[in-house]
């Protein structure tokens, strides 16, 4: 078996992932920084290859987005607004040359707390696609991230695509970064929200993520529950809302700097949603 292998059809792909141990490459933004000055040893099956990867379809049932899909991709695709938070997060992704290299899926496949897609695509209620010989599997985003840089991906699968159901009908997305510059930044503190509003701007449906202030990003459900019927502008920020979060010290904030900063950041997200 050569240590690097492209294939140009995903069954190919899909017959040595059932074959062997191999490292999943598609940007590779991730992959190439994590190994600076160190030889690449594991045995890699880069992606790029299968053109059918990368694209972004509209179906009855919502949207799919291929494991290819690029930042830049989803910054130039005409999608409904609650993709507004997605689309926002995507022009903080690094500089442009990352942009147009990095996927989404690279992002949740490589699972950091700080993956500035992952609160975005919860508040879109985003289900992951994987494929193995075996067949396809379905999960939610939050079934498949287990933690800090652990997935529910078994060896012999790929994330063929992301699955994003019709928002509904008046639904705005929103999303609000908090690092020690504008653009390229690890998030400190980040929040990805979907609203969904009647004709008198009263919530109908919210939908509400914060990452990098615990191990997988989370969504606040009791939070969403008690905002439904509110003007986003009246909404209050309660500590029992955020009980589920639990930020870290590390170099970029202490852990009490982001409990400190989560309510406010919170309060900007949902009421700049439109």
């Known amino acids: 078996m050569l240590k690097y292998f492209r294939p140009d059809k995903l069954e190919d792909a899909l017959v040595a992932l059932s074959e062997y141990p191999l490292t999943l490459l598609a940007g590779g933004t991730d992959f190439y920084p994590a190994r600076v000055g160190k030889p690449i040893t594991e045995k890699v099956l880069d992606l790029t290859g299968i053109q059918g990867l990368r694209s972004i379809q509209q179906t009855d049932e919502g949207f799919s987005l291929g494991a290819l899909t690029t930042w830049t991709d989803i910054i130039q ?61 379905t999960l939610s985003l939050e079934e498949f991230i287990l933690g800090n840089r652990k997935t529910a991906k078994k060896q012999d699968e790929l994330v063929s695509n992301i699955f994003v159901p019709h928002p509904g009908k008046n639904a705005f997305g929103n999303f609000e970064k908090l690092g020690i510059r504008a653009y390229l930044v690890i998030s400190i503190v980040m929040v990805g929200v979907v609203a969904e509003l009647n004709e008198q701007d009263e919530i109908l449906n919210l939908k509400v993520a914060v990452g990098a202030c615990s191990p997988v990003a989370q969504r606040l459900r009791l939070l969403e529950k008690e905002c439904v019927g509110q003007r986003l502008k009246s909404i209050e920020i309660h500590p029992k809302h955020l009980e589920l979060l639990d930020p870290i010290d590390d170099v970029r904030a202490s852990a009490n700097y982001r409990n400190a900063v989560v309510p406010e950041l919170l309060k900007r997200a949902i009421t700049g949603v439109v």
């Open 77 to 137: 695709a005409e999608l409904p607004s609650a993709f507004d938070g997605l689309k926002k997060a995507a022009k903080t992704i690094g500089g442009i040359q990352t942009q147009n290299a990095g996927t989404l899926c690279g992002n949740i496949c490589n699972a950091s707390p700080a993956a500035d897609s992952v609160p975005n695509l919860m508040a879109l209620d985003a289900k992951v696609e994987l494929k193995s010989m075996q067949g396809i599997r």
